[in-house]
């Protein structure tokens, strides 16, 4: 019998990236393209769809066995997507290109919007952690009706999160996914939209045809859309039309659904014969995401949820999370006098082995950095401070800018991060999380020094699976839920061979 496969296409914040995934989980082959980002002015990162689509293409139509695909799933970052009713590209900056019409994640313009909204108090703000975030939708979207009206707002017809959109160009659903509207627009089934918080905070006209321009119709994700591929999206990614399409959701949470669901028997690992609750999942790439789940709502003050099954079927999920983490690393790095002395290639693993040169029999790595310290919200802090407005800053610099300071200022970068994350793990505890031990994905999973200090300032185990692509197995995943293969659970816990790489303990 021929083998079947799924394919997940992932778009994070600078690539897009597909796999072709087994039936038992293996992913076989991989491809990827870099796709555009602009910055217009400080704190405005602005993408375009129809230039992510493309690339989206170009990435599956590589020559897999179209005939033994049997479902493809896609995930995104929760970035804005705006386009007019006839569904094209509507300009989201001043500058007025219609192809720049993808207002990202990490685009910081709307906080004096987010913190008006949190100023209301409305009850949809205990499921965002109390505070609204300017990389959630709604300060988004208020933003460009009151700085845009003319250009953007009164022509735009539809708003998609990203990962809704790519669902919408493959099947021509609009149907979007309960992922991205419970944990980035308000949406709280089973009541829906809250008319009331839209009114409040000045925009009405989101309620017309029944909110028609942010979505009547959801359902969870991985849920086959439509009916299947179009024949116009089958041809431009080069596979059968009416194969099975999942509903979509953001890129964390494909991450958390590719690595949570880890085999760790015989391991002696503290969540052992425990829950999946005992675990957190974290997706560490550009920004770190830090996904929990738990069996009943809990409200952990400045991390977003409760959302019920945004991530796993009949599961409350919260999400804290650092919006520099990789960014961050990168920027302390390139900004320091000695890096043209690194190669341009593997700079953090040359950098992680010097830092070993410098350590001794007195003196670890860990406390090299003793007297020199960061606070790493360059971008604010997403969690659990949940304040857009705080900087970074670094204490203890000295007047030499040799290699040896380079090494020092990335290793206290990583260790300033690895706290946030202990900060975060702290206010989910008090809020009733048991968090035992970490499972990591993402591109800094593979940089041996940041795992290894998590595991030192947690105090926890952290896991590495065998499959590191994670997060496109999770997208992978939705595939193969909506072939019907598989239901979403099941395939998770227990049909992919999530077996373990790594194991990395407190030194």
Known sequence: M??????GVDVGTASVRAALVTRAGL?????????SIWEPQSDYYVQSSTEIWEKCCTVVKVGWPLHQIRGIGFDATCSLVVLDQSFQPVPVCQDGDRQRNVVMWMDHRAEEQAARITNTGHRVLSRVGGVMSPEMQPPKLLWLKENLRE???NKAGHFFDLPDFLSWKATGSLTRSLCTLLCKWTYCPPEGWDAGFWTSIGMEDILENNFSKIGSTTCSPGIPLGDGLTQEAAADLGLEPGT????SVIDAHAGGLGVMGADVKGFYLPCEDQPITSRMAMICGTST???AISEQPLFVPGVWGPCLSAMVPGMWLNEGGQSATGRLIEHMVKGHAAYTQLQEEA???????HLSSMANSRITVDLLASSLHVWPDFHGNRSPLADPTLKGMVIGLPLSQTLDDLALLYLATIQALALGTLHILEAMKEAGHDIRTLFLCGGLSKNALF???HANATGLPVVLPDQTEAVLLGAAILGACASQDYNTFDFFLTKTPHKITQIVKNM
């Not at 021929?2 to 394919?7: D, G, K, L, N, R």
């Not at 700079?347 to 082995?353: D, F, V």
């Open 2 to 7: 021929a083998e079947v496969y799924y394919v």
């Open 27 to 35: 992913i076989k082959s991989t491809a990827e393209e870099p796709i």
């Open 151 to 153: 250009s953007c707002w």
């Open 244 to 247: 099975a399409v999942g509903a």
């Open 289 to 291: 995401c830090h996904m």
């Open 347 to 353: 700079q953090q693993s040359y950098l992680n082995s």
């Open 451 to 453: 795992v290894q200090i």
